[in-house]
């Protein structure tokens, strides 16, 4: 019988397709609802993970054929002979590009692991998922290296599955268990093949989009589980600005309340009275900090409620109708009266006091006094739309709780083990995110307990934080892992200070990513394959986009003893990319093993991309909304860019850049907030002939080109405000393979080899255009871990060989 032939089903009005006993509805081309309830009843209530189902109505066909139910869209085949779940009665054929053997999802026969403690440590095993690239997990804690991930919507295969069938629902604006009968299915069936963008439109339309973060969430962060005082606490903030060192959160840990009381009351690690030896008055503290332009965040573990011995004790007794009798208050997310005199009660009185928002420190599990209600979700969903009264833009800061958690940011993904296993899982880690739509996690960086002193290692996380979502330095209560940059060797500084100012520079670019991630759907960190899904970018899972211009990979190894650099293997997509350090071009399409001293990692910008930056200042603290601008501009291809910024709350403004190649311009537009004497503009231009651009005009004022390393610096005088400015040159329309033998030499130069290997390596390049040439060649086929035999430098470990090939085949 053929599809047109076959019987016709009629959809319901709601737009499902319905049977005794299930109910299937579409809800976008590429993603349908499956459910089973032996009673015959449906959960229509939003829950955690679905709060906004929408309904596919056109473009999807529903018969019965050979004595089954079809449901068809251009994205996908179900199949169902309409009885209980089963793998021989439910499958769904993903269309179009994908293999079809793999392709085929039936019920029940992939396995979906949860984050189990088991596993965490390093040594234990981990399982993979059946074709699913992994999500989230909720915690951290103890890991030391890699974890499992729960099951996000990305997948090799081209499907994936979200089983909502126990998640909780909202009832009446509250949270609260489902309550489905025995056996009761919810799923939701992914299937956008290897459009993992169209994946997470669809997630977002589904769950709800990220919310938008306030400004100051992106800077950096100070952290540390430390027993300060008001003194010893901004004298710290005071130093780092002295030492040019730009924060602006205030991360308060738990010592911020007391925590050495009388053990007739339990622990001390929960509390809500101000330790006021420490901090005398609280509400100067919070508003000192203010004043040095950081907002505050408390630390707090709900778990063992209110004590006798807290200030507000009497307060919270009142509001629950119960005497003062020193019996304690117990946490109960399972009732409404606790939970609403917990936030009107015990943590208005505290806000009032200057606090911002709440770090929430739960680490008690999912369980409550009512089956199926877990308090993660309570206290994050609670926290966040508690903190946007008065018409404030939300934050919190929390665990990962499950599928939906999206809409509660800041995550925090636990305390990290300082080792290098540690930080070579968290890049991995932070990009999977995007496969479940978690897009704002804030990490230990440096790593918060155990572990040895690792300069190096220190370096290397503030350099992956300072390009991951929310960069916020952490250390334990160790007198000896504090992470000041001032603790460690020279080089360790200069590098963690010169990121954590570059972390502060790139807020206009990291608040336009912002705006992006909430009006587009795109998180600010994405796995490779997002943008280049082939088999290449599926294998190097450590690197990701970083905003719709850059492409990271951090560096998670020590360095190599004789090249004294560190390397990273990289898929660059194709196309033409260029480093934002050391400003080497390379050719795209092709995976290149790149080598960084401790000064940089691979952040590469595409040809043709846009990098603004605030304009370095004498105070990196006096952060403007509106900042003189360096906007840095790859060569090698056509590109806009638009750049949102918020002068004002919830007043946002776009200026567009453009370049046009064949033209030989670049443009600005910036009608709403003009550059000129009030707001400077200059650009740097990497990739391009720096000797190309003598015939550089401007189409107001004057500007001045000049080199300055391997890049050509564009200075502006524009003497009154211009909403468009175009540059033109010929220059360009050029590109630049940059000193091949100067970055050579440069390399030969600091490594710890012998010197006469040096000039036989060096003269090997110099002649690079006819024997050499043939030798790099062979060099670049030698198997890996093994030093190539080449005629004249068979004698250099396979690092240093690869480090020159590298720098030798970059085009």
């Known amino acids: 019988m053929t599809e047109t032939a076959a019987a016709a089903v009629a959809r319901a009005a709601d737009g499902s397709v319905q ?68 793998t021989n009665g439910l499958q769904l054929q993903v269309g179009g590009g994908v293999s079809a053997y793999h392709s085929v999802w039936r019920y029940r026969q992939d396995l979906s692991l949860p984050a189990h403690r088991e596993g965490r440590r390093r040594g234990a ?264 009264r008065g018409g404030r833009r ?66 290397r996380w503030v350099q992956f934080g300072v390009f991951s979502p929310i960069m916020r330095l952490h250390s334990g209560n160790s007198p000896f892992s504090g992470k000041e940059p001032w603790n460690f060797d020279t080089a360790a500084e200069a590098t963690m200070s010169e990121h954590l100012r570059l972390r502060h520079r790139m807020l206009p670019y990291l608040h336009a990513m912002n705006h992006r991630a909430h009006h587009e759907g795109r998180p600010l960190v994405e796995p490779t394959y997002f943008v280049a899904p082939v088999d290449e970018a599926y294998e190097h899972q450590d690197q990701y986009s970083f905003g719709s211009q850059l492409l990271v990979a951090p560096i998670v190894r020590p360095a190599a003893r004789d090249t004294r650099r560190a390397s990273t293997d990289v898929y660059l997509p194709e196309g033409r990319w260029i480093d934002v350090f050391t400003h080497q071009p390379y050719r795209g399409g092709r995976t290149v093993r790149m080598h960084r001293d401790l000064a940089s990692i691979p952040v590469l910008l595409k040809a043709g991309g846009f990098l603004p930056l605030a304009a370095r200042g004498d105070d990196p603290w006096a952060d403007s909304r509106l900042p003189d601008l360096e906007v840095l501009v790859a060569a090698g291809a056509d590109n806009a860019f638009s750049l949102w910024e918020e002068p004002e709350d919830d007043v946002w403004v776009r200026t567009e850049f453009a370049l046009d190649v064949a033209a030989g311009t670049l443009t600005v537009e910036a009608p709403e907030r003009p550059f000129g004497p009030e707001r400077g503009l200059t650009v740097r231009l990497l990739g391009f002939d720096v000797g190309a651009f003598a015939d550089l005009t401007s189409s107001h004022g004057s500007c001045h080109a000049e080199a300055e390393d391997d890049a050509v610096l564009v200075r502006l005088d524009l003497p009154e405000d211009v909403p468009r ?68 430098y068979d004698a250099a470990s396979r690092e240093l060989v690869d480090a020159i090939q590298e720098l030798v085949a970059a085009e």
Request: proline share 6%; net charge negative.
């Open 394 to 459: 939300p934050l919190t800061f929390s665990r990962y709780a499950g599928p939906g958690s999206h809409r509660y940011p800041v995550g925090f993904s636990g305390d990290s083990i300082i080792s290098w296993d540690s930080l070579a899982f968290q890049p991995r880690f932070t990009a999977a995110g995007a496969n479940i739509g978690y897009g704002w996690w804030s990490h230990d960086i440096g790593g918060h307990m155990e572990g040895v002193r690792d300069d190096e290692l220190a370096a």
């Open 125 to 388: 095993p981990v399982r993979a998922l059946d074709g699913n690239l992994g999500g989230a997990a909720r915690t951290l804690d103890e890991a030391d290296g890699a974890i499992p991930l729960e099951p996000g919507i990305s997948s090799t295969v081209g499907y994936a599955v979200i089983d909502d069938s126990g998640s909780m629902v909202f009832d009446g604006g509250r949270l609260g268990p489902r309550e489905a009968p025995e056996g009761a299915r919810d799923l939701y069936v992914f299937a956008q093949g290897r459009d993992h963008v169209a994946g997470l439109a669809d997630l977002y339309e589904i769950s709800g989009p990220q919310p938008l973060l306030p400004r100051f969430a992106l800077g950096n962060w100070w952290s540390r589980f430390h027993r300060y005082s008001e003194a010893s606490y901004l004298e710290l903030m005071d130093r780092f600005r002295s030492h040019r060192i730009p924060f602006s959160v205030a991360v308060v840990d738990m010592d911020w309340h007391l925590t050495d009381i009388d053990p007739v009351h339990g622990s001390g690690w929960t509390g809500y009275t101000w330790n006021r030896e420490l901090f005398a008055d609280p509400a100067r503290f919070q508003c000192e900090l203010h004043e040095r332009g950081m907002a505050v965040t408390l630390n707090v573990h709900p778990a063992d409620g209110v004590r006798a011995f807290e200030d507000s004790y009497e307060a919270m007794c009142r509001a629950l109708g119960r005497p003062a009798d020193g019996e304690p208050i117990e946490f109960d997310a399972a009732d409404p009266r606790f939970m609403d005199a917990y936030f009107e009660v015990l943590h208005r009185g505290l806000e009032e006091l200057g606090t911002d928002f709440w770090w929430v420190d739960w680490q008690s599990g999912p369980y409550s006094r009512r089956d199926g209600l877990d308090p993660l979700w309570v206290l994050n969903h609670g926290h966040f739309e508690d903190s946007a």
């Open 725 to 792: 400015l175009v540059l033109s040159s010929a220059g360009m329309t050029t590109q630049s393979t940059g000193d091949v033998e100067g970055r050579v030499t440069e390399l030969l130069r600091t490594a710890q080899v012998g010197y006469q290997l040096k000039e036989r390596l060096l003269a090997s390049v110099t002649g690079f255009g006819a024997q050499g040439g043939a030798s790099w060649a062979a060099v670049g086929s030698a198997p890996a871990g093994h030093a190539p035999v080449v005629h004249g």
């Open 19 to 86: 049977g005794e006993n299930y109910r299937i509805t579409p809800l976008t081309p590429r993603v349908v609802r499956l459910e089973w309830s032996t009673t015959g009843r449906f959960e229509d209530r939003p829950s955690v993970f679905a709060t906004q189902r929408p309904v596919q109505r056109e473009g999807v066909r529903v018969h019965r054929a050979h004595g089954r139910l079809h449901v068809v869209t251009d994205a996908y085949r179900l199949e169902y002979d309409e009885g209980p779940f089963s």
